[in-house]
């Protein structure tokens, strides 16, 4: 296909002759900076900074707001620290990819095309998370096989626009409170076999799955076709290693599919308090946020190298 060539083209001159290296460099560590802020400033560069001192490869930078010209600029922040990075954003009800409403759906993927857009900007390779419909709208029934196709639709122009900028999509399974159209790893497969993109992958977390499915390790196993990326989240949210996730299960799937690609550790405070309403954090699971990153890095690089 024509759109296919362009892309390579393009990919090859900003990357080089592979232009799909990025996605199968060894395993890298990040931090979501979701631990700190929703929107990333120059004045959290001390965090960026504590980030890097810790060991990381790079840092998820949320994209909730601005432009890619502000987004250029905590780009250049990163590298003058030395973190590489990722990005994670999510859709509300105004740019919902499932509503029946075609001028929302296109409405989508003009978040969408936004969201990689500041993506590019950033310098980031990986843009993650609930891209698949809008956060915490529900129909009052299951999802049907209309609106998975609207998703996968929507989905499928995005990831065309995202080759063009040399980033994979990766949309995220949420667990029930949150979405009610994917929340299993087999309708994250499910969904990304719809798309049939190469720059879209299934995004997996540790947190949701431990919610939804029966055994986490064949949860990663079912994903290992299409997984493009992972959170590493505690089911309180708190630090890795200290709740209830089934981590030896997941770690020891992760390395028997011959996972190389992100794992990023997620977990939320209360230092935001309008997020933390958001996502239903109302007291805190640790004494600081850098025993998250200091303790968390040390439990998953443990556990999977």
């Known amino acids: 296909m024509e759109w296919e060539a362009l892309m390579v083209a393009h990919l090859t001159d900003r990357l080089g002759a592979d232009p799909f290296c990025r996605y199968s460099s060894a395993m890298r560590f ?7 802020t929703t929107h990333v400033t120059s004045a959290h560069e001390p965090q960026l900074a504590f980030v890097k001192e810790c060991g990381f490869d790079g840092a998820e930078v949320p ?8 987004y ?44 990689i857009d500041c993506a590019h900007a950033l310098g980031a390779d990986v843009l993650c998370g609930p891209l698949h419909s809008a956060f915490k709208e529900f129909s009052g029934h299951g999802p049907t096989d209309e609106e998975m196709q609207r998703s996968a639709d929507v989905l499928r122009e995005a990831a065309e626009y995202a080759a063009t900028a040399g980033v994979l999509l990766a949309p995220e399974a949420l667990n ?8 299993t790893a087999q309708q994250m497969r499910d969904l990304c076999e719809r798309v049939d993109h190469p720059s879209l992958r299934a995004h997996y977390d540790t947190h949701h799955m431990h919610l939804e499915e029966h055994d986490a390790g064949a949860a990663v196993k079912l994903c290992a076709p299409v997984l493009g990326h992972v959170h590493l989240s505690e089911n309180n949210r708190g630090v890795p ?6 981590w030896s299960g997941s770690f020891a799937a ?14 939320f405070s209360r230092l935001d308090a309008d997020f933390a309403a958001a996502i239903h954090v109302w007291r805190d699971y640790f004494v600081d946020p850098k025993h998250v990153c200091v303790d968390g890095l040390k439990f998953v690089r443990a556990g999977l190298l």
Request: with cysteine; charged share 25%; proline share 5%.
């Open 30 to 36: 990040g931090m979501n900076l979701l631990l700190w």
């Open 63 to 70: 994209l909730f707001e601005g432009d890619p010209a502000h």
């Open 72 to 115: 250029k600029s905590v780009g250049a922040m990163l590298d003058s620290v030395g973190l590489q990075r990722t990005c994670s954003a999510g859709l509300g009800a105004e740019h919902n990819p499932i509503d029946p409403n075609p001028a929302v759906r296109r409405a989508a993927v003009e978040r969408l095309r936004w969201a």
């Open 176 to 183: 029930r409170f949150e979405c009610y159209l994917v929340n």
């Open 241 to 246: 290693g200290r709740g209830q996730v089934d």
């Open 254 to 267: 992760l390395k028997e599919i011959g996972y190389d690609g992100w794992c990023v550790i997620e977990a």
